[in-house]
């Protein structure tokens, strides 16, 4: 593991603390929570998940039955997208961005597949929606609008609020995945009009492999797996009750001065890259975007060479749209908001968390500066070798 870990926008540590109140789930307590095997351990599992369920409701001004279990955001983006689709008649419309992460983006593309129009919408150059835009294209046949809380990639709020108010006039379902940003900023279901919303425990230090889908009681999905009759008769198997458990407690300790403090360090990194180092450009806004993530474009090299460097030095952050790099191609996101080819290239995402320190961004400022400048000298684009 890196010593230095500036990738939690991909996924967070576990909280210790978490995990202790998933222990007793894993070791003693495992009966399965679905009620109608009528044992005591069983019951007592069941009421375990009800708490964890309404826990996690009271964080969003939602209603514990409006809470589905999933594996996690994907599946919970996957169940809202085509469990939608699946449960009204054709023909349909559907709206959403260019910069979704690709559960959604994906997910549409396969719906379009089953004869479902798709309609995108562009972002301006900070990755905001263009309101004007993501109106005209809702008309009378629209079953949905998706449009994400944060993006994963630069850290750009949307307008949610003003988007669900234009959806509700239309009474058009509005979905968001609320992945990146649910604990981080703030996030309402009843305030945003929002029908359906995606989130998942291991982003804000819970444990991987547990999510859930906000469904408000009036919309109607069709199931996307079939099995048994948990969750409402939506998701069936087993349900993870120590992953819900560990949820539950993860979002209990989201507190303010951790918001504080890594919006701090952002800045902090922000300021230095800016001051230390030419040619750069910070990809989003730095005072209207989240408080855990930003990107920063340095001019005339890749990003995944600087990723390598910072990799060697013990330092892990991400490049491209994280879990595009593989491909080694610019980030979708920034070629929507208008960089050019070079220039998403080059980017570089630093997301953080409450266990970060001011020393681990002191120690990444000044891995930067060395290795931007080497990898400069390098590069048969630098105009200024010296920079």
């Known amino acids: 593991m890196n010593e230095i870990y500036l ?69 919970a983006n996957n169940l809202a997208l085509l469990g939608l689709a699946r449960a009204l008649k054709k023909p349909a419309h559907l709206v959403t961005t260019a910069i979704e992460h690709e559960s959604v983006l ?40 998706s449009v994400q809380l944060v993006n994963q990639e630069v850290g750009t709020i949307q307008p949610l609020k003003k988007i669900g108010k234009l959806c509700a006039e239309k009474s058009i379902p509005f979905h968001t995945d609320a992945v990146n940003g649910w604990g981080r900023v703030g996030f ?39 099995g048994g009759y948990n969750e409402f008769e939506l998701r069936p198997g087993t349900e993870n009750l120590p992953g819900a458990v560990g949820m539950a407690r993860a979002v209990e300790m989201m507190k303010p001065e951790h918001i504080e403090h890594i919006d701090k360090l952002k800045r902090m ?37 600087i990723l390598l460097h910072l990799d060697m030095q013990g330092i892990a952050a991400a490049t491209g749209s994280a879990c595009f790099s593989k491909a080694l191609e610019a980030s979708y996101v920034l070629l929507a908001m208008g960089r050019p080819h070079e220039q998403a290239h080059g980017s570089m995402r630093f997301s953080f968390s409450r266990f970060n320190t001011e020393e681990e961004i002191k120690r990444t ?10 990898l400069r000298k390098l590069s048969p684009l630098t105009p200024d070798k010296e920079a």
């Not at 909280?15 to 019951?43: C, I, N, R, T």
């Not at 859930?212 to 009036?218: A, F, G, I, Q, T």
């Not at 005072?287 to 474009?297: L, Q």
Request: charged share 25%; aromatic share 6%; with cysteine.
């Open 7 to 75: 990738d939690n926008a991909t996924t967070t540590q576990l909280d210790p603390w978490v995990l202790e109140e998933m222990k007793p789930f894993l070791l003693q307590e495992y009966a399965a929570p679905s009620g109608h095997f009528g044992y005591q351990a069983s019951l007592d599992a069941k009421e375990k998940l009800e708490q964890a369920r309404a826990t996690i409701a009271r964080s969003i001004n939602a209603e514990p039955e409006e809470l589905i279990f999933t594996s996690g955001g994907t599946e």
């Open 106 to 145: 994906n997910t549409l593309r396969a719906i379009q597949k089953e004869d479902l129009e798709l309609t995108v919408v562009g972002v301006d150059p900070d990755g905001r929606v263009k309101l004007d835009e993501l109106e005209k294209a809702l008309r009378p046949e629209t079953i949905l609008c």
């Open 188 to 226: 309402d279901v009843k305030k945003m009009n929002l029908s359906l919303a995606a989130l998942t425990a291991h982003k804000i230090h819970g444990p991987k492999g547990i999510g859930v889908l906000y469904k408000r009681k009036d919309v109607k999905l069709s199931p996307i797996m079939y």
């Open 269 to 305: 990194l922000w300021w230095g890259i800016k001051k230390e180092i030419p040619w750069v450009h910070l990809n989003g806004s730095i005072d209207r975007g989240a408080p855990h993530i930003i990107n920063v474009t340095f001019d005339y090299i890749e990003g995944e060479s």
């Open 365 to 374: 400022l000044d891995a930067l500066k060395g290795i931007v400048a080497d």
